[in-house]
């Protein structure tokens, strides 16, 4: 017991975390769109430095132009002219002697043309841009660029790399660093004439970093709208599907547990999608999985009643047997327990026989069965053995189309062989026993009917049940099982079809009386291989 408990948690886990990770599923199939948005947050770090690019390009050449101006004036003009460039472009110029000493600089010439922000004196969301920033530049794994830094030391040319470097490579030569406020600051270094003195030029570009970070921001706000609106409508798509299924595997698990037998699986007849269409499914299957258990049971009770009355019938014969002492007596106690045990015989090869059909029928493949052919090589066989009693039987071919269905064809023959046995119990001597077969609107009918006393119509169904048995006074105790039109029922219904008892035809042709039994079976035409998938 502890093994089987064992195994029935271990099926139940899966199906719950299955359940429970579908709203993560959705959660994260949703997100991929929203991920794919967020990428274009690392874009904006490619448009900063392609106009971090064009900026150093820019300030490349304005020095350029600015050495070769200077270089083209006298030495006693060029601080009004560092001056007059510095203060129209705001830019900054620093003009150094050959040794690296500071000749001229235009903010002390001119009132300065920008200034740095002082990061003290910002709101705190500047200092949350700035703390993002390093973020993306760490997450992007961005090279460092150096900070720009004040002081003594900047009026050497010592302190500036790129003056170097343009003095050794005879071109203007552009760098970028940060200010403290940490917005890009461009400076640009360029021989000036043929004396070695050099130009520097600085500019600070706020306007880059600035709009970088409106832009994130913008991408930001809608990210997070995003964001919200994706987690609300997946909890949304999740508790329709999720609910609902959830509600099923409940239901479910109550129907497996057997515990309460009217456990109802909802059938949600609102729902018009799949998950509906999986809920009347599961709800059909339940039923018929109840009406199968439920026809067990009943059969299982009717077999012990049935084969209890034999029995005992049995017993009494055999125990009475050794206290009679009169031959005749004796004989006749004899053949009512050789009588009981043919009886149980029957009723043990009909019981089997009757336990097989569904699951016989389930694995069985359908081919094509002509049923007139089959009701005429039955009835042929019938009378070669003589077990039609001296009724006459009668096949009949309206000619209304092709009679070929799709079934089994030993089961058919079953079916029919029974519907003839009813038959025969039923009609007098000599008297005629018709078979119809024909076809109309896509099924072919093939009708039994016989000159008996008929069937009252409050019966007719419950002449199909398993056991019930109204046979004629003329018949032995105990030579039919009742099972008969009850298997042949189930194997037309296995094959689509429908077996049913009918109002008598009055005066039946050929018959000289009127009514009797009329029994009909139903089943679809023949389709070619689609009826055989």
């Known amino acids: ?53 064009e900026r150093l390009g820019r300030a490349r050449g304005e020095a350029e132009i600015a050495a070769v101006a200077l270089a083209r004036v006298r030495p006693d003009e060029r601080g009004a002219l560092i001056a007059g460039i510095g203060t129209s472009q705001h830019i900054r110029l620093r003009l150094f002697a050959p040794g690296g000493g500071l000749l001229a600089d235009s903010f002390a010439l001119a009132p300065p043309s920008f200034a740095f922000a002082d990061p003290a004196h910002q709101p705190a969301l500047q200092s949350a841009a700035r703390l993002l920033d390093r973020g993306m530049d760490a997450l992007l794994g961005k090279a460092a660029v150096a900070d720009y830094r004040t002081g003594p030391a900047e009026t050497t040319a010592a302190h500036w790399p790129e003056v170097a470097s343009a003095r050794a490579a005879g071109i203007a030569i552009a760098f970028e660093r940060y200010a403290p406020d940490r917005t890009p600051v461009i400076t640009a270094a360029a021989p000036v004439g043929g004396d070695g003195a050099m130009l520097l030029t600085l500019r600070n570009s706020p306007d880059i970093t600035q709009s970088v970070r409106d832009a994130r921001q913008t991408l930001g706000i809608v990210l997070g709208v995003a964001l919200l609106a994706t987690i609300a409508l997946s909890l949304f798509l999740a508790r329709t599907i999720v609910k609902p299924l959830r509600t099923l595997v409940r239901a479910a698990v109550r129907v497996r547990r057997g515990r309460d037998r009217a456990v109802v699986v909802p059938r949600l007849p609102d729902r018009r999608d799949e998950i509906g269409l999986l809920a009347r499914a599961i709800s059909d299957m339940t039923a018929t999985l109840r009406q199968r258990i439920d026809a067990v049971e009943s059969f299982a009770a009717d077999v012990a009643h049935e084969i209890k009355n034999p029995l005992a019938s049995l017993r009494s014969a055999l125990e009475s047997l050794d206290k009679v002492e009169d031959a005749d007596l004796r004989r006749q106690l004899a053949a009512i327990a050789a009588h009981d045990v043919q009886r149980i ?45 001296g009724r006459v039987v009668r096949i009949d071919d309206r000619g209304s189309g092709d009679t070929v269905v799709a079934g089994d064809p030993a089961r058919l023959e079953r079916v029919f062989s029974n519907l003839l046995d009813n038959a025969v119990s039923f009609s007098p001597a000599g008297g005629v026993i018709a078979v119809d077969v024909s076809s109309s609107g896509g099924r072919v009918f093939a009708e039994f009917r016989d000159q008996g006393p008929g069937i009252a119509p409050e019966a007719r169904e419950r002449v199909f049940e398993r056991f019930h048995s109204l046979r004629p006074d003329s018949e032995d105790f105990g030579s039919h099982s009742g099972l008969g039109l009850a298997i042949a029922r189930t194997i037309v219904e296995a094959h689509d079809g429908t077996l049913t008892a009918l109002d008598p035809v009055p005066g039946d042709e050929g018959s000289g009386r009127t009514g009797g039994a009329r029994l009909v079976v139903a089943i679809p035409a023949y389709r070619g291989a689609e009826a055989e998938e």
């Open 345 to 389: 015989d029957r009723l043990v090869t009909e019981i089997a026989d009757a336990s097989r059909v569904d699951a016989e029928l389930s694995r069985t493949t359908f081919v094509a069965v002509d049923l007139l052919a089959l009701a005429v090589a039955l009835v042929g066989a019938r009378e070669a053995r003589g077990v039609n009693a």
């Open 1 to 53: 017991m502890a093994e089987l408990g064992a195994r029935h948690y271990r099926a139940r886990r899966p199906l719950s975390g299955r359940l429970g990770s579908l709203t993560a599923r959705i959660l994260t199939l949703n997100l991929i769109v929203l991920v794919l948005m967020a990428s274009s947050l690392f874009y904006l770090d490619s448009y900063r430095n392609q106009l971090v690019r």
